[in-house]
């Protein structure tokens, strides 16, 4: 677990997305949103998601910013290296709020659909933004930065991989359990849209959960 994320959890249990945000921008393990670097990745991470690494220039991030495109790289030598910060950063906040919402659980059972939840809501843009990204651009990354981004992913799969096995799920391998999860949680994305009326995360949280965990 990241450094100070368990003893986070522990403490604040029920902080909203923006308690936590601050939270961790308290600790340094985050960058403080509001700061020129902080609106440079979240201007990126939602260029990235909507347009694509590719198709996203540093001069689109730049004007939206509202800064020139060279400033940029007082913060960051390229645009490649924006993407693995906002990645960075984006897994080290999915991690803490899903180990949060897993230490509010109380029973395994309780703990896999927290899980679930988590997934959910940051696959769908709630809470999380930026998270698709982890997946739909990985390759755009060099090899130095996915050794850094796996070590973080190493840790939010590990949370996932404790409660797989407490909840003792059909199949008995907890890796293999976690595979079958991504395929099906990731794939919510292009046919799930969360509505005010019909089927909510909440809802087909609970579905997915009596699939794995009956």
């Known amino acids: ?19 936590l945000i601050g939270a961790l921008v308290e600790r340094g393990e985050l960058t403080d949103p509001g700061s020129p670097r902080g609106r440079l ?23 939206e910013v509202g800064i020139l495109s060279g400033s940029i790289f007082h913060h960051f030598a390229s645009k490649e290296q924006i993407l693995c910060a906002v990645m960075r950063e984006v897994t080290i906040f999915a ?20 899980c679930i939840q988590s997934e959910l809501e940051a696959i769908h843009g709630q809470a999380v933004p930026g998270f698709s990204i982890l997946v739909l ?7 130095e930065s996915r050794k850094e981004v796996l070590r973080l992913r190493d840790e939010y799969e590990h949370i996932w991989l404790g409660a797989i096995r407490a909840a003792r799920c059909r ?42 965990a009956p």
Do not use: C
């Open 95 to 114: 991690s803490a709020r899903m180990y949060s919402a897993v230490q509010g659980a109380e029973s395994p059972r309780d703990k896999l659909r927290a």
């Open 171 to 212: 199949g008995g391998d907890a890796a293999l359990v976690r595979r079958l999860l991504v395929g099906a949680l990731s794939h919510t994305y292009s046919w799930f849209k969360p509505r005010g009326k019909g089927l909510s995360i909440a809802d087909l949280a609970d579905r997915i959960l009596l699939i794995f």
């Open 41 to 63: 990745l979240n201007v990126a991470a939602r260029q990235f998601e909507q347009k694509g690494f590719a198709r996203t220039t540093v001069r689109d991030i730049a004007s």
């Open 137 to 143: 651009e990985w390759r755009s990354l060099s090899k």
């Open 1 to 19: 677990m990241h450094k100070g994320t368990a003893s986070l959890a522990r403490q604040r249990q029920n902080l909203s997305p923006q308690q």
